[in-house]
């Protein structure tokens, strides 16, 4: 079946680790990906996306993704965690195919908690 | 300040009793769409709308109603609310179409009893 599938539901990191999230997804062509972040008690927010081109692409706070089409993947990288990016990630894919032309498609979130 | 705003933000009802979830962006936005949040779902889709007059079903469309008459605003409509309403619900708006930056509203928590 066609999804979004973010693996972890919950990760810890201490602060100052790395940080990377998965996100893996299954359609037939590679759709156009997005992370957004979601603060608590806030909307969400766009860290970066990806729809052609260089497969590893810079965002907002430090954050970049890599995009590996033998994996279909797009995974979401930080090099060093703050106690700030402590927040619920979303990966979001919108199909560039069929009559799917105003679907944007969320999977189902990664909780990050920072520790001290 | 750009933004898109939601009424209200929290709201109490019971089962049947019609509501409306009112969507405003100030940013001249073409697309505008719905989301319901619930925990280990994620955010899925009710209804989007590409420019005024269109809207489509997203993946959760039933026992959602929208109307998009203005282009700065999105309507949320319950009819008939039931219980498995009870939600968080966002509103969104980008320039164009679903590929832009996606600009969302503060959250309205529903609860249905």
């Known amino acids: 079946a066609q999804s979004v599938t973010q693996p972890d539901i919950h990760i810890t990191v201490s602060e100052g680790a790395s940080l990377e999230l998965r996100c893996n997804y299954s359609?037939?062509?590679?759709?156009?990906l997005f992370w957004y972040v979601q603060s608590p008690g806030q909307g969400l927010q766009l860290l970066l996306k990806?729809?052609?081109?260089?497969?590893l692409v810079q965002g907002i706070k430090g954050f970049e993704a890599e995009f590996k089409r033998s994996q279909s993947s797009f995974n979401l990288r930080k090099p060093s965690v703050h106690w700030s990016d402590a927040a619920e990630y979303f990966c979001?894919?919108?199909?560039?195919?069929?009559?799917?032309?105003?679907?944007?498609?969320f999977g189902k979130g990664t909780k990050l908690s920072v520790k001290p | 300040e750009a933004q898109v705003t939601q009424n209200p933000r929290y709201l109490i009802t019971v089962t049947g009793k019609k509501l409306t979830v009112t969507c405003s962006q100030n940013?001249?936005?073409?697309?505008m769409s719905w989301y319901r949040q619930d925990p280990g779902l994620g955010l899925r889709q009710i209804y989007y709308?590409?420019?005024?007059?269109?809207?489509d079903k997203g993946d959760v469309p039933e026992g959602y109603k929208v109307s998009r008459k203005e282009k700065r605003n999105f309507p949320l409509i319950l009819e008939s609310p039931s219980p498995n309403q009870t939600s968080l619900y966002f509103c969104?708006?980008?320039?164009?179409?679903?590929?832009?930056?996606?600009?969302f509203g503060p959250g309205t928590r529903l609860t249905v009893l």
């Open positions: 940013m001249n936005h073409e697309y």
């Open positions: 709308s590409m420019n005024v007059e269109v809207t």
């Open positions: 979001a894919v919108a199909l560039n195919y069929g009559g799917s032309q105003g679907n944007l498609i």
């Open positions: 359609y037939g062509a590679t759709p156009y």
């Open positions: 969104a708006s980008s320039l164009w179409e679903r590929t832009d930056t996606q600009y």
């Open positions: 990806y729809f052609s081109g260089d497969t």
